[in-house]
Structures are given as structure tokens and as C-alpha cells.
């Protein structure tokens, strides 16, 4: 290496122009990466609220504990003592042991001390509870409950209505803006769907509880109008317009040289669309309605307001259900942060969170699926 | 010049296309204009002229491709099959009768098989066996056959440019067309290629009629019967493909540009 290739050539000098171009690339650097570091802070916050109390353990004299008691042949009058203790939580075994010896006495304990060490340990959260029990009653005074069966079925019968109203509407408004408008009538619809996008969702809840829940109980003579029927038309209105956006992308995707190509093959245009233009978006499609889907679903505010808010297992969409989201916004606030009715908010979060993440996540790797063809 | 006209057979043949005094314009632009002539059944019928003298233009409107684009406008009058295209009720039908195969080879984003099964199938064939039989016979006169049987199921876009471009004229001829229009189809085809396309065209001459667009002069000269040149926007000379070869033109423009003297 000769000395002229190390010092600077009088002709190469850093100027304003490379520094203004590195500062812009550091901050769009800083920009981009910042979508990281929100999602994994967003992961760790929730996670480092709920997972404690997925894990969470105590000990208690739970119906269980009290049975093993009664075989062991303890006297009734101690059980009967024993009962005001049911179900209450102790840090450690030794605190119960306190407890016990507390109410009949340290020599009437001494018999029973193993067993109670043993078997007295219990999870205030179970996860097959949690899936299977529609029963959620985090305030319960004697045995408080989270099963969220109930509120996931809320969820998924509002979103699944939403759904079967969004997806035919969307992509029907998709296809019609796509292939058939052309012109004014094409920019216009495009500007009216794009502001529908933009409405408040408080707006929509709004419609549901003051338009909706009359016209319904109107309409189909049933006592109340806030139900998954309401939700679901209100959250299918909701989530159609960005399903139409991005349906409608994917179709303008497709090349001309396709649709000519089968127009001269004497092909109608529905022809055309339904053989040709919509298999060959068909990823893009289903990315837009993976995108409604994760709309539905992490909709709060519409949901809360017309969903009647009640726990129900649903059997039919005139019932009331109250949906995982809308749980979080209305009980967070009288949690006491730190308690078992918080955090179980959080490990709701957590669940959220997962779903949500797993819906984008396939949209997204489908989106990649269109664009490497 | 009587001499070489009874040495065409086709031109005794009843009338396929008739056009007459047809202009184009696209928004009061006109690109082409004047043009006039008879194309035979089975006979191949060469349109030569330099890019941009409104040849793709003018087969758009031959299946009133026009439509699509509200600024095209087409005077003048083509009849097709001795009826009026413009008063044609069902334009799908008259497009199904009209084959076109595309300068670049257009492979739908289907199967090779769909990509072939797909005219019939709007036709109304659905039995997987009658359907099998149009695929493989299409491919075989299309001279792809041997090279894609084994890979009928793979996507027609991922096909070799030339093979993209049989595959394309392949799917024309499933529409069992009456007339086949081929815009330019050897651009994006080897040499040896567009040789064994040339000898399927000669083929296909006996059951269809053919309009040939091409810029090759030499192509003209070997499948063409009769040509026209277009020039300038308008049609300058129309004659049997010999006799113009021969020297025998009315416009001297056509001598220049056949001996590759023109610009």
C-alpha cells in the first residue's frame, strides 16, 4: 500500500451533503429499529404482570384438603371450626400449620401436620380452569375463579359474526372498486372507504348502543339489543373497510396483461375475476381478511359498548357475551395493582397478546408468500 | 401477375375478415387509417410494418379488445364471418372464435394444464377425460407436448420464455379458433424455436385462417400468402407475398422497405 492511498486526496473531503446523509440514515435506523424495541417492551410489561400468577402458588385448605381430613378420621367439631379457613391463602405451609393450631389447638394439630404439608398446596390460577371454565370471578369473596372460556367465546362468536358480514362485503366492495369502477366513481369510493377506516371506534360503540339496540329489540322483538347479533354487525362494519383497502391492493397487484390475456380468450369479466384475477391474489385476499380477523378480535371500546357486557356462553346471537378485550378496559381500573384480580387481568393480556401476535404473524407470512411469485 | 395469383389456392376461398376504410384513433389522435383488405379462410395473412405504425392497434379491434380502453375509437366497418363485429350481441362469443397470442408470451398464473384447460372449461367442458385429450392435443400441436408432459401441474410462469410462448399459442388453440392472430409472437423466442412454431403455423393453416403480425420481413416472406404494409399510419400496399417480394408494388415505399433500404 503506497502512502497516497492512506491520506486523504485533497478531492476527498467529507462535506455537508455526507453528513446530512449519515445523520438522516442513523435516525431512520433508530426509527425502524424502535418497532423492536416497542414489541418486545409490550411483551415484557404484560409478561412480567401475568406469567407471576400463571406460576403462582399458595397454600390452603382447599375441599380437597378437607376429604384427606375427614378419612384421616379428624372429629367434626374440628372440621366444623376448620371451615371459616377454607380456601384462604398462606405464603408457606408453616403459616397454615399456624393457622390450624391456632383454631383446634398445637396437640390436635400434631396428627394431621403431614398431611396438611403435603396436600394443602394450591394454584389460585389453573390453566385447564382458565380454558375450560366459562365461570370468570375474580372478586369472589369465597373462591374467586378465572376461567375465561366464556370470554373467549364472546370474542370469538362477535368476531366470527363480524366476519361472516366483512369478509363477502369487503371483498365484494374490493372487487367492484378494483375491476368495475372506473375514473371519479373509483377515486371517490377509495377516499370514502379510507375515511370509513379512520372512524373512532368509540363512534361505532356509540351507533351500537344508541341505533343498533333499539332497531334490534325493534326488529326481531327480543328484550335486549345488545348482543353478539349487534356486536358483530358493528365490528363487521368496522373491520371492512381496511379488509377492502388491502383486498383491493392485492387485485390491482395483478397484472392487465392477465385479464387481457383472458378477455381475448372470450372469458366474461366475472369469468376473468373469479378464474384468473382472484386466484392469482388469492394470498393477498386471505392476508386481508387475517388483517379483519386481528381487527375483530383486538377491538375494545365497539365491543365493550355493544356487546351487552355480560358472561354468557352464547347460544344464539341475541345473547349478551362479554368479550376478553372489553374485560381488561372495564375491570383494570378497580384492580388493586399487584392483587390476584390484576394480574389475572394481565395473564388475559398475555393470551391476547399471543392471539393476536399468531393471526399477524400468518398474514404476514402469507403477504410473503404473494410477493416472492 | 394473373399468372401468380392463380398459383394461391386460398383466394378462391370464401371471405374470413372483410375490412373496410377502418381508421383508429385514440382521443381524435389518429394512428391508423385507410385500411382495406379481404383476409381468405386458411389462408395466412401477413401484416409487416415498422413499430408504431398501429398494427397491435388494429388487431385489438379485430376482437373488440377496443372496448377496454374508452379513448379508442374505431370507424369504418370489419366484418367477421360475414357480420358486422360492431353489431356482434355477444362480443364473448366472437372473442372465443378469435385466437390471439400476445408479442410476450402471457402465461396465466395457473397450472400448464389450466393455462390450456381453461378456454374449454368456460366453454362448458368439464369431464376430466375430454379435457385431458384437448390439453395433450393443444400442447402437441404447439410443439411443447414432449417437453412439459411430465410437469403439467407446475405453474405455466415458471416455464422457459420460449416454452411460455407455445404454452400462450397452445391456449389460443384450445379456444378451437377460426382465426389466429399472432402479434409479433417471436420476439421472446429463440431462432430454432420460432422455426418449429413457423412449420406448426403452416400446419395449422389447413384448419384455420391466420393473421400474422410481424416486423421480420423474412418471417413474412416464408409463411405469409398475402400481406399488407402498414407505413406511416396508413395500409400502402396489399398483395400477394411473391409478387410484392418479386418487385411487382405499386408504392415504391414497400420495395424499399421489403429490400430493408427504408429511414
Known amino acids: ?373 | 401477375m394473373v399468372t401468380a395469383m392463380a398459383s394461391l389456392p386460398h383466394i378462391d376461398n370464401p371471405v374470413k375478415l372483410a375490412v373496410k376504410d377502418v381508421a383508429i384513433s385514440y382521443g381524435g389522435r389518429t394512428v391508423l387509417e385507410s385500411v382495406t383488405f379481404d383476409v381468405h379462410e386458411h389462408e395466412i395473412f401477413g401484416i409487416i410494418g415498422p413499430a408504431n405504425s398501429g398494427k397491435t392497434s388494429f388487431l385489438k379491434t379485430l376482437n373488440r379488445m377496443d372496448i377496454f380502453n374508452p379513448s379508442m375509437t374505431f370507424t369504418g366497418q370489419i366484418t367477421f364471418n360475414d357480420r358486422d363485429i360492431r353489431k356482434w350481441r355477444n362480443v364473448y362469443s366472437l372473442r372465443k372464435r378469435i385466437g390471439v397470442v400476445f408479442p410476450l408470451p402471457v402465461g396465466l398464473p395457473l397450472t400448464v394444464y389450466e393455462n390450456v384447460a381453461l378456454a374449454p372449461r368456460l366453454s362448458g367442458v368439464t369431464g376430466k377425460a375430454d379435457l385431458d385429450i384437448i390439453v395433450e392435443r393443444c400442447l402437441e400441436r404447439a410443439a411443447l407436448w414432449d417437453e412439459v408432459k411430465d410437469r403439467l401441474d407446475s405453474l405455466g410462469s415458471l416455464l422457459s420464455g420460449g416454452q411460455q410462448q407455445r404454452l400462450t399459442i397452445a391456449r389460443a388453440l384450445s379456444q378451437e379458433p377460426e382465426l389466429l392472430m399472432l402479434d409479433e409472437f417471436s420476439i421472446a423466442v429463440d431462432p430454432v424455436t420460432t422455426m418449429r412454431i413457423e412449420d406448426v403455423l403452416k400446419k395449422l393453416k389447413k384448419e384455420m385462417t391466420i393473421v400474422l403480425v410481424t416486423n421480420l420481413v423474412q418471417q413474412a416472406r416464408r409463411l405469409a400468402d398475402r400481406m399488407a404494409l402498414f407505413l406511416d399510419g396508413e395500409v400502402v400496399e396489399v398483395g400477394i407475398t411473391e409478387d410484392l417480394f418479386a418487385g411487382q408494388v405499386k408504392d415504391q415505399r414497400t420495395k424499399d422497405y421489403l429490400d430493408g433500404r427504408f429511414g
Open chain 1, 1 to 373: 500500500m503506497s502512502r497516497a492511498d492512506s491520506t486523504p486526496h485533497r478531492d476527498d473531503r467529507r462535506n455537508m451533503d455526507w453528513f446530512v446523509d449519515k445523520a438522516v440514515q442513523i435516525l431512520v435506523f433508530v426509527a425502524g429499529i424502535s418497532a423492536i424495541v416497542f414489541i418486545i417492551g409490550i411483551f415484557v410489561f404484560i409478561t412480567k404482570e401475568g406469567v407471576g400468577f400463571i406460576f403462582k402458588s399458595h397454600y390452603a385448605l382447599s375441599e380437597s384438603v378437607f376429604n384427606l381430613l375427614e378419612e384421616k378420621k379428624m372429629p367434626d367439631t374440628q372440621l366444623d371450626a376448620l371451615t371459616p379457613l377454607e380456601g384462604k391463602a398462606f405464603k408457606t405451609s408453616q403459616d397454615l400449620i399456624l393457622a390450624v393450631e391456632g383454631v383446634i389447638g398445637v396437640e390436635e394439630t400434631r396428627p394431621y401436620k403431614e398431611l396438611l404439608v403435603a396436600r394443602s398446596l394450591d394454584q389460585p390460577f389453573s390453566l385447564k380452569t382458565f380454558f375450560t371454565s366459562p365461570k370468570w370471578a375474580p372478586t369472589s369473596e369465597l373462591k374467586p375463579t378465572y376461567g375465561a372460556l366464556a370470554l373467549m367465546a364472546g370474542t370469538a362468536s362477535v368476531t366470527g359474526l363480524a366476519m361472516l358480514i366483512a369478509i363477502p362485503f369487503s371483498l365484494g366492495a374490493a372487487i367492484y372498486i378494483g375491476e368495475f369502477a372506473t375514473g371519479r366513481t373509483r377515486e371517490l369510493l377509495k377516499i370514502l372507504v379510507e375515511l370509513l377506516a379512520a372512524i373512532p371506534s368509540v363512534v361505532w360503540g356509540f351507533i351500537g348502543l344508541s341505533i343498533m339496540n333499539p332497531l334490534i329489540i325493534k326488529v326481531f322483538n327480543v328484550p335486549i339489543g345488545l348482543n353478539v347479533l349487534n356486536a358483530g354487525l358493528i365490528l363487521g362494519l368496522m373491520a371492512a373497510p381496511i379488509m377492502t383497502t388491502i383486498a383491493e391492493d392485492a387485485l390491482k397487484a395483478v397484472p392487465d396483461r392477465y385479464r387481457e390475456a383472458a378477455e381475448a380468450m372470450g372469458a366474461t369479466r366475472w369469468q376473468v375475476i373469479f378464474k384468473v384475477v382472484v386466484p392469482a391474489s388469492k394470498n393477498g385476499l386471505v392476508a386481508a381478511i387475517l388483517l379483519g380477523v386481528g381487527r375483530g378480535f383486538g377491538e375494545t371500546m365497539a365491543v365493550l359498548m355493544a356487546t351487552g357486557h355480560s358472561i354468557n356462553l352464547p347460544t344464539s346471537i341475541f345473547d349478551s357475551v362479554r368479550a376478553l378485550t372489553a374485560t381488561i378496559a372495564a375491570e383494570l381500573g378497580e384492580a388493586a395493582v399487584g392483587s390476584d384480580h390484576y394480574q389475572a387481568l394481565f395473564t388475559l393480556g398475555i393470551f391476547l397478546f399471543l392471539v393476536t401476535f399468531l393471526i399477524n404473524m400468518t398474514a404476514d407470512l402469507v403477504l410473503r408468500g404473494i410477493r416472492k411469485e
